[in-house]
């Protein structure tokens, strides 16, 4: 019922958004892309979850998970494409959860995706608040300043996750113990700097990828701007494509791409295709996962 309400919800969100342009233009947009643009940007995608699947994979192994790369790398993708269909971005987090539990502890398999989830984001949050400093002419400076406020903030959050394990009184909690021993965790894949700095290097370089990717197929939809407003104004979207409203964030990400965009003057017909051919890219950089799940169904 609630996957039936959330498809229901996508659609009606997709409807209204393509109810503010020309379908008909909308797609020709889509179809007359470069195949090479578009092919570069499915190679930047592609990439992209590569990097985010070796971040996870030192992850793992710092909290006791000996297994090769391919065996994260395979899981990683399985969980991009099941992402795809399910009910926000973080569905195929489950997937790679029951992957983990089969060879180790199930709570230490949850603690490490969750770990993998809280450090992608943090890189996330870096990049853009880098980026909202440098441009800050960018957007309207009430918006600017509100924005990195909220980023600012839900850093912190993340950032106190890594002191919670010194608060003994939650440990003696049935529900919030789990709080004290992800800290534990937490600081046990952060307990160096080198280690830290290594996994915030390449959350960055994951999202920087993914950026790169939107940025080429914005100038493939015309959408003429430099790629420090797309890493200003993008890296917001994939924070509201959390929320589980949609499935994969489908809807949501159109309407908020519109809205950051339409504040610089962008065209909306041109948002409204960029953001669906990023969708379609994404979906195909994760097809390999698809193929993965199929080879390994038997196991499942």
């Known amino acids: 019922m609630k996957y039936a309400i959330k498809l229901g919800i996508t659609g009606l969100l997709l409807f209204f958004i393509l109810q503010q342009v ?3 233009e909308t797609w020709q947009q889509i179809t007359s892309i470069s195949p090479v643009i578009l ?3 499915l190679i930047l995608q592609t990439a992209s ?3 985010a699947a070796c971040r996870w994979f030192l992850i793992m192994r710092r909290i006791g998970f000996v297994l ?3 065996f994260f790398l395979k899981s990683y993708f399985k969980g991009a494409f099941f992402n795809q269909g399910l009910p926000t971005s973080i569905g195929g987090d489950g997937l790679r959860i029951l992957d983990c539990a089969r060879n180790g502890s199930t709570e230490d398999a949850f603690f490490g995706v969750f770990i993998d989830r809280i450090i992608g984001l943090a890189g996330l949050l870096l990049l853009n608040i880098a980026a909202l400093a440098a441009n800050r002419s960018i957007l309207p400076q009430k918006i600017t300043v509100l924005l990195l406020a909220v980023l600012l903030l839900l850093l912190a959050a993340l950032i106190s996750l890594y002191f919670l394990r010194k608060l003994h009184f939650l440990s003696r909690s049935r529900y919030l113990g789990y709080l004290t021993r992800l800290s534990e965790r937490y600081f046990q894949v952060y307990s160096s700097w080198s280690s830290a700095g290594v996994q915030i290097i390449l959350s960055i370089v ?5 950026m790169s990717a939107f940025f080429l197929l914005g100038k493939g939809m015309g959408l003429e701007y ?4 797309y890493l200003v104004l993008v890296p917001p979207v994939v924070l509201l494509t959390i929320l589980p409203i949609s499935l994969a964030g489908w809807g949501i990400r159109e309407g908020a791409l519109v809205g950051f965009f339409l504040l610089i003057g962008a065209d909306r017909a041109r948002v409204v295709s960029f953001s669906l051919l990023y969708g379609l890219t994404a979906l195909a950089a994760s097809l390999p996962g698809l193929y993965i799940y199929l080879q390994q169904k038997h196991s499942l």
């Open 22 to 24: 020309n379908p008909r």
């Open 206 to 210: 994951t999202h920087l990828l993914a």
């Open 39 to 41: 092919l570069t940007a």
């Open 68 to 70: 090769p790369f391919s």
């Open 49 to 51: 979850n590569s990097v």
């Open 226 to 229: 430099p790629l420090s407003v």
